[in-house]
């Protein structure tokens, strides 16, 4: 059973939409993380969160930002979408006090289009 | 700038066989890694966690090692079952507290 929750699992919309990626886990695990997929590509690291308040830039530039006002929340949020941010959307969470430290949940994704 | 290999991209295998899955890396310097499975349209969900002072860590029908000088780690997957089909991916926890992921391996189990 998903201890954490993506909505919407697809999203097709047209250039310039502002769009929230909604992240939710059940779990009380301070880090969440997203991660951007392109098909038969690594996952890159866009923006994580140590707990409430706290966001970082991962290793990817993103033109997305991130919020953390509650522990079991973290929506991502495109202001004004473009064609070039069509890829799949990864959330996680996970426990510990290092980012791998244990096992991450991940979330379904959302296969975001952008025509 | 640790990078993450897995060899082979895509296998494919009749039903029952063992297979083994690699994964190398540059950098030695690793905190622990993981191999995870991704099933087509999902997400990733973890298997196993090799700590960097481990050696092995098994579950079931699978067994992951660790070489960390040598900056290898392979899976191995016993007696295949068609459900076994996905993608699995490799991930190393960097010493500075980054997750590097493999872009994965595409496998195949034949009925």
């Known amino acids: 059973e998903a201890d954490i929750y993506q909505t919407p699992r697809y999203l097709v919309i047209g250039t310039g939409k502002k769009i929230t990626l909604e992240c939710s886990q059940t779990m009380g695990h301070d880090k969440m993380y997203w991660y951007q997929q392109d098909p038969g590509m690594e996952l890159h690291l866009i923006h994580y969160?140590?707990?409430?308040?706290?966001?970082e830039k991962g290793d990817l530039s993103s033109e997305s930002t991130v919020s953390r006002i509650r522990t079991e929340h973290f929506p991502l949020t495109l202001e004004s979408a473009r064609p070039s941010h069509t890829s799949q959307y990864l959330c996680?969470?996970?426990?510990?006090?290092?980012?791998?430290?244990?096992?991450?949940?991940f979330g379904d994704g959302t296969r975001l289009s952008i025509l | 700038k640790q990078e993450v290999t897995q060899i082979p991209a895509a296998l494919s295998v009749p039903e029952g066989e063992n297979l083994v899955l690699n994964c190398s890396f540059t950098?030695?310097?690793?905190?622990?890694l993981q191999w995870f499975r991704q099933d087509p349209g999902k997400g990733l969900t973890s298997l196993l966690l090799i700590q960097s002072s481990q050696r092995e860590q098994t579950s079931g029908r699978l067994n992951a090692s660790l070489d960390k000088s040598s900056g290898r780690s392979t899976l191995y997957i016993a007696a295949s079952q068609p459900g076994d089909s996905a993608t699995y991916l490799c991930?190393?926890?960097?010493?500075?507290?980054?997750?590097?992921f493999g872009k994965g391996t595409r496998l195949h189990i034949l009925p």
């Open positions: 996680a969470s996970s426990p510990g006090v290092r980012v791998g430290n244990q096992p991450q949940h």
């Open positions: 950098d030695s310097a690793i905190y622990n």
């Open positions: 991930a190393v926890n960097t010493e500075d507290d980054k997750i590097i």
């Open positions: 969160s140590y707990g409430v308040n706290s966001t």
